[in-house]
Nanobody
Framework: QVQLVESGGGLVQAGGSLRLSCVAS????????LGWFRQASGKEREFVAA????????NYADSVKGRFTISRDNAKITVDLQMNSLKPEDTAVYYC??????????????????WGRGTQVTVSS
């Protein structure tokens, strides 16, 4: 069982930066690939970024590539999402999630067994 708690959301102007953090409970953290997803109001939840169990592989949605960076610290059992050059279209609730599946499947929501409750990110124009 893994519990995930996100933090770091808030209000920022376009072009600014935010760093989201997700703290996990449980001693099996390194058994899980981790991902960030987001859901804008009135839209379906979408993939943002994923990182493998070791942290050696990452994957990003095209919409955030070059602006967002996912990282994990297995000693601190955290996964972070550094978001730079934010745009109003990045406004959403951001969720972290944990998956026991292979890295190649981490873009798919159905691959994740555990989810946090989300943190709101609002980017003003």
């Amino acid at each position: 069982q893994v519990q995930l708690v996100e933090s770091g959301g808030g209000l920022v102007q376009a072009g600014g930066s935010l760093r989201l953090s997700c703290v996990a409970s449980g001693r099996t953290f390194t058994m899980y690939g981790l991902g960030w997803f987001r859901q804008a109001s009135g839209k379906e939840r979408e993939f943002v970024a994923a990182i493998s169990r070791s942290g050696g592989s990452t994957n990003y949605a095209d919409s955030v590539k070059g602006r967002f960076t996912i990282s994990r610290d297995n000693a601190k059992i955290t996964v972070d999402l550094q978001m730079n050059s934010l745009k109003p279209e990045d406004t959403a609730v951001y969720y972290c999630a944990a998956s026991s599946h292979f890295f190649s499947l981490l873009q798919t929501q159905d691959s994740y067994q555990y989810w946090g409750r989300g943190t709101q990110v609002t980017v003003s124009s």
